[in-house]
Nanobody, 124 residues
Framework: VQLVESGGGLVQPGGSLRLSCAASRFIFRSAGMSWVRQAPWKGLEWVSG????????YYAASVKGRFTISHDNAKHILSLQMNSLKPDDTAMYYC??????????????????WGLGTQVTVSS
């Protein structure tokens, strides 16, 4: 298994969660890495991305200002800090990695490796 997500759970609206994705050193070396989510009965939605060897971060409009993506290169961990969560954020969240291409960061088939996902439920 190349990518393993953790940190999901049930949280009330307005609350916070921090997702983590443990990646192999091979994947983390030089890759575009993103969080992608899928809500019930909906397609994949790109959430946020980062280049594993850089610091620029990218966000979907729906999460900008609330979510923060980061990586720890020493531990090969990708993280997503989610604040001010809304019911619409309820979804399975996947960690994905593939060749870096800024123009294709939000395109699902850009990613070669996927984790099994971690469920986030925002409900009162």
């Amino acid at each position: 298994v190349q990518l393993v997500e953790s940190g999901g759970g049930l949280v009330q609206p307005g609350g916070s969660l921090r997702l983590s994705c443990a990646a192999s050193r091979f994947i983390f070396r030089s890759a575009g890495m993103s969080w992608v989510r899928q809500a019930p009965w909906k397609g994949l939605e790109w959430v946020s991305g980062i280049y594993s060897a850089g610091s620029n971060t990218y966000y979907a409009a729906s999460v900008k200002g609330r979510f923060t993506i980061s990586h720890d290169n020493a531990k090969h961990i990708l993280s997503l800090q989610m604040n001010s969560l809304k019911p619409d954020d309820t979804a399975m969240y996947y960690c994905a990695a593939g060749p870096w291409n800024r123009d294709r960061l939000s395109v699902s088939d850009q990613y070669t490796y996927w984790g099994l996902g971690t469920q986030v439920t925002v409900s009162s």
